[in-house]
Every structure is written in structure tokens, then in C-alpha cells.
């Protein structure tokens, strides 16, 4: 039996309701392609610059002590960080995480493509040391300390104290409580590097109020107005000290 005109209307119109409502809720739907992310080395390296480069939501850099800008720095220092963290002379889980699985050229890669950005620096801050303690950590710095066997930080990390090429890196431009904690981790050998461990060496020979004096001092000072390192003819070899990670050449 064929059905009445009045009833056949009715299901055409509740037919064409239905397909209006389903092309709609298509329109609307979030889209199930996926969006394409660049394979680029920078895109796979947000997870540094998470950390390293922190910026605000109007994309200001973020200022935080615990992590080191790295843009700039000699990338033979930053392939020894590398290193170091994935072959356990430095103990940070998540830097850990990170590099344990990386091949050596990759991690220079990564190295080389850091060192190819402009530098970036922490301002310099207020000292709350006193003038005196001030006094004697510029005295360490430029001068060290014979009587202790003490070099001073000029004679490796060059008179701008913004590092050497290749290996060495800057002092300006770190945030006072980080300095502080490197010297901890040194001391507390949770930061090691190649043998023979320079840093560790001098970190045994500081007092803690020396630790203080010098990094107070550092962390009060401008950064130059070109705060790339210097090159490695800038400095005297032999280094006053042996180091591993920044050794003579053959």
C-alpha cells in the first residue's frame, strides 16, 4: 500500500532534516588530520629550549636560575655537557632521559646548532654580599690565589670571562645560585667531567665563603656588549691547570 502524500511530505522533510543536521555536525567536528609538524632540527629540540629558552606568553625570555641559557656557548662545551650526562659524569634525570640513547654525531649536532644562536644572558643582578666579600671574589677571578693553588678564573675562561673557544665557556650571565650550585655538584662530585676534573680540583681548594665571594661578584657584573667567546689564541697555553675537557694540543 502506497503511502498518503501528507506522510510521504513528512518523511522527506524529517529525511532532508537529518542529512542538514549531519552536514552540520561534520562542519563543526575538529578535523581527524593530523597536523603536519616540521622535521626540522629546532622543532626536535623544543625539548631544550623548554628549559633553556623559556619565554612568556608575549615571548619575553623567562629569567630562571636553575637553568642556563646555552645559545652562544662554545659547542665543544656543550658536546662535553652532552657527554657528561649521558655517560653519568653529571647526575640531572631528565637531561639524562634526554641524551642516553643519542649518538655521538647527534649530540654534536645538537652542540653545533646551540652554539650557532645569538648569545643570551641573565641580567646582571644586585649583590647582597658585602663590599669586602665583593672585593676578595674579583680578587679570585682576575688574580686566584698562589698560596692555595688557586688559578685565576681569567686565565682559563679569558679576560671577558665569556669563555674560550672551543671548549671553555663564559662566567657572565649566570644567575648567582646557579653558579653556587655547580660548585655544590662538584663538590659533592654530582657533576664530574673528563679526566683530569679541573673544576673539581679548584672547587676542593674554595671555602665556601670563596664559592660566595665569586659568585656574587660574577653574578653582579654586565655581560660585554659582544658576549661571544673569545678565540682561542686569546689565552695563554699551557692552562695553569690540567683539564681534561679542555686539553693541550697535540
Same mark, same amino acid.
Given at each position: 500500500?502506497?503511502?498518503?502524500?501528507?506522510?510521504?511530505?513528512?518523511?522527506?522533510?524529517?529525511?532532508?532534516?537529518?542529512?542538514?543536521?549531519?552536514? +552540520?555536525?561534520?562542519?563543526?567536528?575538529?578535523? +581527524? &588530520?593530523?597536523?603536519?609538524?616540521?622535521?626540522?632540527?629546532?622543532?626536535?629540540?623544543?625539548?631544550? +629550549? *623548554?628549559?633553556?629558552?623559556?619565554?612568556?606568553?608575549?615571548?619575553?625570555?623567562?629569567?630562571? &636560575?636553575?637553568?642556563?641559557?646555552?645559545?652562544?656557548?662554545?659547542?665543544?662545551?656543550?658536546?662535553?655537557?652532552?657527554?657528561?650526562?649521558?655517560?653519568?659524569?653529571?647526575?640531572?634525570?631528565?637531561?639524562?632521559?634526554?641524551?642516553?640513547?643519542?649518538?655521538?654525531?647527534?649530540?654534536?649536532?645538537?652542540?653545533?646548532?646551540?652554539?650557532?644562536?645569538?648569545?643570551?644572558?641573565?641580567?646582571?643582578?644586585?649583590?647582597?654580599?658585602?663590599?669586602?666579600?665583593?672585593?676578595?671574589?674579583?680578587?679570585? &677571578?682576575?688574580?686566584?690565589?698562589?698560596?692555595?693553588?688557586?688559578?685565576?678564573?681569567?686565565?682559563?675562561?679569558?679576560?671577558?670571562?665569556?669563555?674560550?673557544?672551543?671548549?671553555?665557556?663564559?662566567?657572565?650571565?649566570?644567575?648567582?645560585?646557579?653558579?653556587?650550585?655547580?660548585?655544590?655538584?662538584?663538590?659533592?662530585?654530582?657533576?664530574?667531567?673528563?679526566?683530569?676534573?679541573?673544576?673539581?680540583?679548584? +672547587?676542593?681548594?674554595?671555602?665556601?665563603?670563596?664559592?660566595?665571594?665569586? *659568585?656574587?661578584?660574577?653574578?653582579?657584573?654586565? &655581560?660585554?656588549?659582544?658576549?661571544?667567546? *673569545?678565540?682561542?689564541?686569546?689565552?695563554?697555553?699551557?692552562?695553569?691547570?690540567?683539564?681534561?675537557?679542555?686539553?693541550?694540543?697535540?
Amino acid at each position: 500500500m502506497s503511502a498518503s502524500p501528507t506522510l510521504a511530505r513528512a518523511l522527506a522533510a524529517c529525511l532532508a532534516c537529518g542529512l542538514s543536521l549531519a552536514a +552540520t555536525a561534520h562542519a563543526m567536528a575538529p578535523s +581527524t &588530520v593530523p597536523q603536519a609538524v616540521p622535521d626540522t632540527l629546532a622543532q626536535r629540540l623544543v625539548a631544550c +629550549t *623548554s628549559c633553556h629558552a623559556r619565554v612568556d606568553a608575549r615571548g619575553n625570555p623567562v629569567n630562571d &636560575v636553575y637553568f642556563p641559557r646555552i645559545g652562544g656557548k662554545p659547542a665543544g662545551y656543550l658536546y662535553n655537557q652532552l657527554l657528561n650526562f649521558r655517560e653519568g659524569r653529571r647526575q640531572y634525570p631528565l637531561m639524562t632521559y634526554l641524551v642516553e640513547h643519542l649518538p655521538d654525531p647527534y649530540l654534536r649536532e645538537i652542540a653545533g646548532h646551540f652554539a650557532a644562536l645569538p648569545p643570551a644572558a641573565h641580567a646582571a643582578t644586585a649583590s647582597q654580599v658585602t663590599p669586602q666579600v665583593l672585593e676578595r671574589g674579583r680578587q679570585l &677571578v682576575f688574580n686566584g690565589d698562589a698560596s692555595r693553588k688557586l688559578p685565576a678564573c681569567v686565565a682559563c675562561h679569558g679576560q671577558r670571562l665569556t669563555g674560550v673557544e672551543p671548549a671553555i665557556p663564559g662566567l657572565l650571565g649566570l644567575p648567582r645560585d646557579y653558579v653556587n650550585a655547580q660548585f655544590g655538584a662538584w663538590r659533592n662530585k654530582a657533576r664530574r667531567a673528563h679526566a683530569p676534573d679541573c673544576m673539581a680540583g679548584i +672547587t676542593a681548594r674554595l671555602s665556601f665563603e670563596d664559592v660566595a665571594a665569586v *659568585s656574587g661578584w660574577l653574578a653582579a657584573q654586565p &655581560v660585554p656588549a659582544d658576549p661571544r667567546p *673569545s678565540p682561542a689564541a686569546s689565552i695563554a697555553r699551557p692552562l695553569p691547570i690540567a683539564c681534561g675537557s679542555a686539553p693541550e694540543a697535540p
